[in-house]
């Protein structure tokens, strides 16, 4: 991904690089990332594979013997979003789940960006999204970026697709962010922003939206379906844990000493340091 290509959200402080989920199909999952959201299979092997756009991994894929399905109220994920270029590489991608007919959970104006929503085979969430240009966001005093939920014309955003063949996600597609269901609000609040050194960017009942470098969130959190959810199982299909990459190493830093100063627990590895939110969900910090 050259730099010219690389969205606003991508460039932050902190921002997401990737997610894991754990399936039971492992065949049709990867099937459908690959011909309906249109990453590429840089990775496969018996138990697993990881996609991408191109050379750029985004989704890991796994599966075990021992998985059990998640319940809907489990903590876990609610969607990974995936960030393209530009509306025009959106209604391109639009055109081509139109035409191979994929059921649509939702499609939202969310004043600083235009989302569609779905689900893979296995119920895990979905939002594939352009942003709006930055300049274009309205800020509060405070610093946080005002959001809606207003009605997506998808009629018009599918007119505007390119009259040529889908050839997949364009290159500069990333992981915008991913959004996750959580046992309960002050404790993610807590652990994003007073850890892990992340803004509060907006609020909606039951939910927070954190974001690093004025972003409007590259991490979301909601009780929604799962107030009071207990601590995820590892044994659990759905996500298993997501990456945050810094390009401040300040950053990074500022929160490993805050997860020693309150003793949670971090195990590290050749790619970061492996730990656990509140509700029990992996993450890792990239080295």
Known sequence: MTQA????????????TGAHLVVSDLDRVTRFYREIIGLTTLESHESGAVLGVGETPL?????????????????????NAFLVPSRAALAHWLANIVEKQVPLQGASDHLVSEAIYLADPEGNGIEVYRDRNPEEWSFHADGTVEMATERLDLQKLYNEAP????????????????????????????????VLGLKIMARYPGASFFGAGTYHHHVA?????SRGAPVRSGDMTGLAAY?????D?????????????????????AEGYV????SGIGLRLAA
């Open 243 to 247: 990456t945050l990459g810094f390009n």
């Open 275 to 278: 730990l656990h939110d509140p």
């Open 249 to 269: 190493p300040a950053a990074r830093d500022a929160a490993l000493a805050a997860i020693e100063r309150l003793e949670i627990p971090v195990t590290r590895d």
């Open 59 to 79: 989704l890991t894929l796994s599966t075990r013997g021992d998985a059990r399905q998640a319940p809907r109220n489990a903590a876990g994920l609610f969607h």
């Open 5 to 16: 290509q690389t969205s606003f959200a991508l460039t932050r402080p902190i921002h997401v």
């Open 221 to 225: 959190a909601n009780i929604w379906n």
């Open 163 to 194: 009259q040529t063949a889908w050839q997949g996600m364009e290159d500069g597609t990333g992981l915008g962010h991913i959004h996750l269901q959580v046992g309960a609000i002050p404790a993610a609040d807590a652990f994003y922003r007073d």
